[in-house]
């Protein structure tokens, strides 16, 4: 019997080495790290955007500058005029909304975007007005031509007084004493010219009676000098709001916009006592709506600046 059969057989702990044939080796995956570069249109559309970025830029810039140039002024007015067309058509002829561009160029010019935005919201709440009822004011023969769509002289005549103020404000007549005065002026026109449009639209459309403003006999609808209780209630409203947009846009402060309101209401009893005496009557025949309106407007401006001098100086002392 062999030796071996006495000795027991254990398994080796490591298998034994195997030795096969090397894989081949793969090529290395080579990264590209100069892609191909972007054809020529997408360099023209990316150079496109930054040309066009950089033309956005310099348009806000003027829009915010501070205070207004003519250049700032002129491009505002311009992309207001073209965002607001359809509002604008609707109510001021083609002739029209020329002149308002020039007043809205002047306006920027001199107050800036606060002062822009009153005038927008003495024309918006105007020729809202004046679309109340149009039909019944049609058949009455009261109603604004041309649908209610003012032309150049109802532009110039409802603003004429807010462009001396904002004149004088731009060339600094008077220095720095007399620019609140003009703003205090420049206010008060438009406050005095809008009372007086919704107070003879509304009372066209509304108005019970109608009594002329001298005698307090009635008359019909629509008659130079007539008066009546709705559209004086309206008419002070319709002050009374443009007041307060002009004071919560810092044009005026509290007590000159009371001042505001007070004196278009003057102004506005004025108006109607030259329209009740002097308005198409032999020797008068020049007094149209437009010189009336001029009158009115002016008369509100001055007085509320001559208030503010002789009344408010004497509380604030």
């Known amino acids: 019997m062999a030796f071996s059969t006495f000795l027991p057989i254990r398994p080796t702990l ?9 894989l081949p080796r793969r090529p290395p995956i080579l990264l590209n ?9 997408m360099s023209l559309l990316s150079s496109n955007a930054i040309s066009m970025d950089g033309a956005i830029s310099g348009m806000m810039t003027l829009f915010q500058l501070t ?9 505002s007015n311009l992309i207001i005029f073209v965002l607001g ?21 002047l306006t920027w010019r001199a107050f800036g975007p606060s ?33 209610g769509r003012r032309g150049p002289g109802s532009v110039i005549g409802s603003s004429a007084a807010g462009c001396v103020c904002a004149f004088l404000t731009i060339y600094g007549v008077g220095g720095a004493a007399f620019s609140q005065l003009w703003r205090l002026g420049f ?10 449009t919704v107070s003879s639209e509304i009372g066209k459309a509304f108005g019970k009676t109608t009594y002329l403003v001298t005698t307090f006999k009635v008359v019909p609808r629509g008659t130079e000098g007539a008066v009546s209780v709705e559209g004086t209630v309206a008419g002070l409203l319709a002050s009374i709001i443009l007041a307060f ?61 001559l208030m503010q001098q002789v009344f408010l100086q004497n509380l604030l002392m």
Not at 117 to 146: C, D, N, P
Not at 245 to 260: Q, R, W, Y
Request: proline share 6%.
């Open 14 to 22: 490591f298998p034994p080495p195997h030795f096969s044939r090397s």
């Open 33 to 41: 790290l100069n892609p191909r570069k972007p054809d020529s249109r």
């Open 67 to 75: 205070p207004p140039t003519w250049q700032s002024a002129l491009l």
């Open 85 to 105: 067309s359809p509002i604008l058509v609707s109510g001021l002829s083609l002739s029209g909304i020329s002149a308002a561009f020039l007043l809205g160029t």
């Open 115 to 147: 002062g822009f935005l009153l005038v927008a919201s003495y024309f918006v709440i105007g020729t809202g007005v004046t679309k109340v009822k149009m039909a019944q004011k049609e058949a009455q023969g009261v109603a604004e031509k041309r649908k």
């Open 187 to 196: 206010v008060a026109s438009f406050c005095t010219k809008l009372s007086d």
């Open 245 to 305: 947009i002009g004071c919560l846009m810092g044009e005026i402060n509290a007590p000159e916009a009371m001042v505001c309101i007070i004196a278009s209401q003057i102004a506005n009893l004025g108006e109607s006592i030259i329209g009740a005496v002097f308005q198409e009557k032999d020797g008068f025949r020049w007094l149209n709506n437009d010189a009336v309106n001029v009158i009115n407007i002016t008369m509100g401006g001055i007085l509320a600046i």
